[in-house]
């Protein structure tokens, strides 16, 4: 047992430096190209942090023979974006919190109304298309809506680029770029594409192999309490395997980049429903049913409370983020219960 907590801290202190040295990284990049906080944040975080988890149902439909195989796919396609709209909200929300009553911040969350409205309405449309209109026109609606889903995309990318949106606010310096030139002092002030892409790309590396330590060994852990394996498949993996775009948005949070901060979730949430899914609608049977289809309503009503509140008020309290903390828990007494 001791050995399984001391490798499961590990994974979990490997994950929180690995992700502060990419959102570190990334703003790198992000300067480099002179980039928006939109289109780092829902772009180019959001799809390095969620490419990890994307590949998994991806093996499991097409190197896994069977039903069950397929099954865990589609399990894991929807719960993509069912964590991130409930738990990853929550933590941002808990971070904002926190951080107010420190007295480092304010009780609310500062950002771009346009980008956050333009992230969630795409996912809203795009992840109601998915699980409804196979419902209502059966495996004839697979195809089109599969095309539809990656056309959007897509098209969410190129308004995220064209879009309104600030510049990078000014950071403490890219790490890696700090240690050449101490060790260099003759190097200069502007670090480099090759170095920046050197620290992403090792970050996100550590980052998912951090995850993977901590999945592991809390699956031990819990097979030693004797928790149900299902159990641990449907509410402690997803959990994760989301922790990447997880830490990256408490990192960005508590040091006050709300608009990084959220845009990593909720770009990850419209990435997670649009190619994912695509492959779910094209290559399974794609029942969305049972504890499934209630993981999608919750994510739905989360993201409809979220975007509700930034159309009317033009910001985000953290009460409606800490909301979707409620709704993961109530999906997790249903689902211990049934």
């Known amino acids: 047992m001791g050995i399984q907590i001391v490798f499961l801290l590990s994974g979990l202190v490997m994950i929180l430096f690995a992700a502060e040295f990419f ?13 928006s906080q939109a289109v780092v944040g829902s772009i180019f975080a959001a799809v390095g942090t969620a490419l990890p988890e994307t590949i998994l149902p991806v093996v499991a439909i097409f190197f896994y023979g069977g039903e069950a195989a397929k099954d865990i796919g589609v399990g894991a396609i929807l719960g993509a974006p069912f964590m991130l709209s409930t738990l990853a909200f929550f933590l941002v929300g808990l971070t904002v919190s926190v951080s107010s009553l420190k007295n480092r911040r304010k009780f609310e ?15 809203i449309i795009m992840y109601s298309a998915a699980v409804f209109l196979p419902m ?7 195809l089109p809506v599969a095309i539809a889903l990656v056309a959007g995309y897509i ?24 240690l050449v030139q101490r060790l260099m002092p003759a190097t200069r002030q502007a670090p480099p594409l090759a170095v920046i892409l050197i620290q992403v790309a090792a970050a996100l590396a550590v980052m998912i192999k951090g995850a993977h330590a901590f999945v592991q060994s809390l699956e031990q852990i819990s097979v030693q309490f004797g928790m149900d394996p299902l159990i641990f498949a449907l509410l402690l993996a997803p959990v994760a395997t989301e922790l990447p775009e997880k830490f990256n948005s408490v990192t960005w949070t508590w040091k006050g ?18 190619f994912p899914v695509s492959v ?23 993201s409809l409370t979220v975007l509700v509140m930034i159309a009317l008020r033009g910001r985000i309290s953290p009460f409606a983020l ?3 903390g409620c709704l993961y828990l109530i999906y997790a007494l249903v689902l211990v219960i049934t």
């Not at 209502?136 to 697979?142: D, S, W």
């Not at 980049?257 to 649009?274: I, Y």
């Open 109 to 123: 969350l500062l950002v771009e109304a346009k980008s956050i409205k333009r992230d969630m309405s795409f996912f």
């Open 136 to 142: 209502l026109f059966g495996r004839q609606a697979l």
């Open 257 to 274: 980049r709300d608009t990084l901060a959220m845009g990593n979730v909720t770009g990850a949430m419209v990435f997670q429903s649009t």
């Open 322 to 324: 800490l909301f979707g």
């Open 23 to 35: 959102t570190n990284g990334i703003e790198a990049f992000g300067r480099h190209f002179s980039f």
């Open 155 to 178: 098209l969410y990318a190129w308004l995220t680029f064209r879009g309104e949106s600030a510049d990078l606010e000014h950071s403490e310096g890219m790490y890696l770029w700090r």
């Open 280 to 302: 779910g609608l094209l290559f399974t049977e794609w029942q969305v049913t049972g504890m499934a289809l209630f993981s999608a309503v919750l994510a739905l009503l989360s």
